[in-house]
């Protein structure tokens, strides 16, 4: 049963990935890399107020 688990990791973290990619693709998120080479996201300030408006979207979304 441990491989199951792994391969549903392995399936999460590519979606993660996905979604990461879109987000940074859209401009809003921005990814760099750290000195150690991990990979770091953070929000494109510049976009707050877009990031705000599609969460309160999605927070509606969920409570209809």
């Known amino acids: 049963e441990w491989w199951l688990m792994r391969q549903s990791i392995s399936r999460c973290a590519s979606s993660v990935e ?3 990619d879109g987000l940074v693709e859209a401009g809003l998120i921005i990814r760099r890399r750290a000195g150690d080479s ?12 877009e990031v705000r408006r599609l ?5 509606g979304q969920k409570g209809t």
Request: net charge positive; no cysteine; hydrophobic share 35%.
């Open 18 to 20: 996905e979604t990461l």
């Open 38 to 49: 991990r990979v770091l996201y953070q929000l494109n300030r510049q976009k707050a107020q």
């Open 55 to 59: 969460l309160a979207q999605q927070t």
